[in-house]
C-alpha cells in the first residue's frame, strides 16, 4: 500500500511503495501528491505548485490526466484556464494550441514542458 508523506511543503511527496510496479523515476525527479483526484473536474485544468515547480494539471472528459508548465511558452498565460480537447490544450490568452502527445504548439510557438502525471490512492501525482 503506497502512503504519501504530508510533511512537505506541497500536498505531499509520494512513497510508492512495494505494490507498485512501474519502473522508478529517473533519478533527480520527484513523484509529488498535489491534489486529490476530484479536486480536477473533468474537462478542466487546476494549477498546483510540485516540488517547488509550477505546474497546470488537467482532467479530459475520458479520465485521463496531463501535466504541464503552468506559464504558457508563448507569453506566460495561465495554461490552466485553457480549453482542453482530447487531442489539444488552447492557452486562453492568445489561443494557440499544444498537442498532449508532445508538448508540440500547432501555431509555430514553443513547445510546452510535459510532466509524468498518475493517479495514485485517490490523489493526483506529478513528477518534476
Ligand atoms: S500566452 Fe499562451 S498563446 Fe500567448
Redesign the pocket.
Known amino acids: 500500500m503506497s502512503t504519501v508523506d504530508t510533511r512537505t511543503a506541497d500536498t505531499g511527496t509520494v512513497d510508492t511503495g512495494t505494490a507498485d510496479t512501474r519502473p522508478a523515476a529517473p533519478a533527480g525527479v520527484r513523484a509529488h501528491a498535489v491534489a486529490r483526484v476530484e479536486d480536477v473536474p473533468p474537462g478542466e485544468g487546476r494549477a498546483f505548485v510540485a516540488g517547488g515547480v509550477q505546474v497546470a494539471v488537467f482532467r479530459l472528459r475520458d479520465g485521463s490526466l496531463h501535466a504541464t508548465q503552468a506559464?504558457?511558452?508563448?507569453?506566460?498565460?495561465p495554461?490552466a484556464d485553457?480549453q482542453t480537447d482530447p487531442d489539444v490544450l488552447v492557452?486562453?490568452?492568445?489561443?494557440?494550441g499544444f498537442r498532449w502527445t508532445d508538448g508540440s504548439s500547432t501555431?509555430g510557438?514553443p513547445p510546452l514542458t510535459r510532466y509524468p502525471v498518475r493517479e495514485l490512492d485517490g490523489m493526483v501525482v506529478v513528477e518534476t
Request: glycine share 24%.
Open positions: 506559464a504558457c511558452p508563448h507569453a506566460g498565460g495554461l485553457g492557452c486562453p490568452l492568445h489561443l494557440y501555431g510557438v
